[in-house]
């Protein structure tokens, strides 16, 4: 993937096994190829809903390149985002969802919820075609598909192009949904969106890149979190200004790319997600405070939380911050660490909290972790309460242990 500075071989530019990327996937499809990334649920992969546009394209293979090697995992169920539009590269999200669990040593990434992502800078990475700012997409790259990763700034809001533009350009993202990044070399010349829409910047040195072909789907990271899925790079000129380097569309110093914008598409991700959660609980006396390990992959420890006291305002997001924590029971040998926000929207009192459970062969004793729950935004705990907590043990299935 992306387009960078200095050549893909520079290390700086990949994405290695082990360096915190293996959530990022390759994703083919109905002879189409693009990039995805595992959500916090271990069982669903992000991407971009035009990988799907294809009538053959009712399936997926999603392909895992983790510290213990490759792995192949087909989809169980594609979902597109209602209302997606091709035409303007609006609602350009998809979900998919896996035959099985995701690899134990594959990151599982949490959503960037806040709506401040202009001006900060983000991490790219995905499988598409590797070149250079110079010269674009390298057309004789005859080797296998790369993992990359180039740093960039979220510049501006999409719709902001139409607003300055008008006809020039010939689709219509809408407002809040979309966010821009341009590809610069440090050079006034090719900095793009400082001409286009005097939002101007020149570059992060030789760590920017720019999303290429094959890396739609990918995601863009803040701070670790999902704050952008890439969607498309475009080369735009108006009058006299022609920032690309080569006037071509293919990734090169001067062009644009889109991503869709992931806190405002949290509430359809969050939902979509929940209403797949198998068996989950829906109240309270469901609630199962011991689960089996099982022999191999992920199975689910479910918490739930339930709000009945009194909301800020009806209307908005209530959240709270979770993490997990060990007793006897610890992260990454007995289940996966779980870390993030979990968001009650409008007309929701109640959601599930997943944390998946590491299955195995070894006989040993009945283990605990905790999950706490803290920062109420939009409610309370109740008076005086700051942190709740809730346990689950973990049951051993594998014989006896003394």
Request: proline share 3%.
């Given at each position: 993937?992306?387009?960078?500075?200095?050549?893909?071989?520079?290390?700086?530019?990949r994405a290695n096994p082990?360096?915190?990327?293996?959530?990022?996937?390759r994703?083919?499809?109905?002879?189409?190829?693009?990039?995805?990334?595992?959500?916090?649920?271990g069982?669903?992969?992000l991407?971009?809903a035009h990988?799907?546009?294809?009538?053959?394209?009712?399936?997926?293979?999603?392909?895992?390149?983790t510290?213990?090697?490759?792995?192949?995992i087909?989809s169980?169920?594609?979902?597109?985002?209602?209302d997606?539009?091709s035409v303007?590269?609006?609602?350009?999200l998809?979900?998919?969802w896996?035959?099985?669990?995701?690899?134990?040593?594959?990151?599982r990434?949490?959503?960037?919820?806040d709506s401040?992502?202009?001006?900060?800078?983000?991490t790219?990475?995905?499988?598409?075609?590797?070149?250079?700012g110079?010269?674009?997409?390298?057309?004789?790259y005859?080797?296998?598909?790369?993992?990359?990763?180039?740093?960039?700034?979220?510049?501006?809001?999409?719709?902001?192009?139409?607003?300055w533009?008008?006809s020039?350009?010939s689709?219509?993202?809408?407002?809040?949904t979309?966010?821009l990044?341009?590809?610069?070399?440090?050079m006034t010349?090719?900095?793009?969106?400082?001409?286009?829409?005097?939002s101007p910047?020149?570059g992060?040195?030789?760590?920017?890149?720019?999303?290429?072909?094959?890396?739609?789907g990918?995601p863009?990271f803040?701070?670790?979190?999902?704050?952008?899925?890439a969607?498309?790079?475009?080369?735009i000129?108006?009058?006299?200004?022609?920032?690309?380097?080569?006037?071509?569309?293919?990734?090169s110093?001067?062009?644009?790319g889109?991503?869709?914008r992931?806190s405002?598409?949290?509430?359809w991700?969050?939902?979509?997600?929940?209403?797949q959660?198998?068996?989950?609980?829906?109240?309270?006396?469901?609630?199962?405070?011991?689960?089996?390990?099982?022999?191999?992959?992920?199975s689910?420890?479910?918490?739930?939380?339930?709000?009945?006291?009194?909301?800020?305002?009806?209307?908005?997001?209530?959240?709270?911050?979770?993490?997990?924590?060990?007793?006897?029971?610890?992260?990454g040998?007995d289940?996966?660490?779980?870390?993030g926000?979990?968001?009650?929207?409008?007309?929701?009192?109640?959601?599930?909290?997943?944390?998946?459970?590491i299955?195995?062969?070894?006989?040993?004793?009945?283990?605990?972790?905790?999950l706490?729950?803290?920062?109420?935004?939009?409610?309370?705990?109740g008076?005086?309460?700051l942190?709740?907590?809730?346990i689950?043990?973990?049951?051993?299935?594998d014989?006896?242990?003394?």
């Amino acid at each position: 993937m992306v387009t960078t500075v200095t050549s893909y071989t520079d290390s700086r530019n990949r994405a290695n096994p082990g360096e915190g990327y293996d959530g990022v996937v390759r994703i083919s499809s109905g002879g189409y190829f693009g990039t995805g990334v595992l959500l916090y649920d271990g069982r669903a992969i992000l991407t971009a809903a035009h990988l799907f546009a294809s009538a053959s394209s009712s399936s997926a293979d999603i392909h895992f390149e983790t510290a213990s090697g490759q792995q192949k995992i087909t989809s169980s169920r594609i979902e597109v985002m209602p209302d997606y539009d091709s035409v303007n590269a609006n609602n350009d999200l998809a979900l998919v969802w896996l035959t099985s669990a995701a690899p134990v040593g594959a990151e599982r990434y949490s959503l960037y919820r806040d709506s401040d992502e202009i001006g900060q800078s983000l991490t790219m990475v995905g499988y598409g075609l590797v070149g250079s700012g110079d010269a674009g997409t390298l057309a004789t790259y005859s080797g296998g598909a790369l993992r990359l990763k180039a740093n960039n700034q979220f510049d501006a809001d999409a719709a902001m192009l139409k607003s300055w533009l008008g006809s020039s350009i010939s689709w219509t993202p809408t407002v809040g949904t979309q966010l821009l990044a341009d590809f610069d070399n440090g050079m006034t010349a090719q900095d793009a969106l400082g001409r286009l829409i005097n939002s101007p910047g020149t570059g992060l040195g030789q760590n920017e890149g720019l999303i290429a072909q094959g890396d739609s789907g990918g995601p863009a990271f803040i701070r670790g979190q999902v704050a952008g899925i890439a969607t498309y790079n475009t080369s735009i000129s108006q009058g006299s200004v022609h920032p690309d380097v080569d006037g071509v569309n293919n990734s090169s110093f001067g062009e644009i790319g889109a991503w869709q914008r992931i806190s405002h598409y949290q509430q359809w991700i969050d939902q979509s997600l929940r209403a797949q959660y198998p068996n989950a609980p829906t109240q309270a006396d469901q609630v199962q405070k011991t689960v089996t390990e099982g022999n191999s992959g992920t199975s689910y420890a479910y918490f739930l939380l339930q709000f009945t006291g009194m909301r800020s305002d009806t209307t908005q997001i209530l959240s709270v911050d979770y993490a997990t924590r060990d007793g006897t029971a610890r992260a990454g040998e007995d289940y996966l660490a779980a870390k993030g926000t979990l968001a009650l929207y409008p007309n929701e009192n109640q959601a599930v909290i997943p944390v998946e459970i590491i299955g195995d062969t070894f006989s040993e004793p009945d283990e605990s972790f905790y999950l706490d729950i803290v920062n109420p935004i939009g409610g309370s705990f109740g008076a005086g309460v700051l942190q709740l907590t809730a346990i689950r043990t973990i049951v051993n299935d594998d014989g006896n242990w003394d």
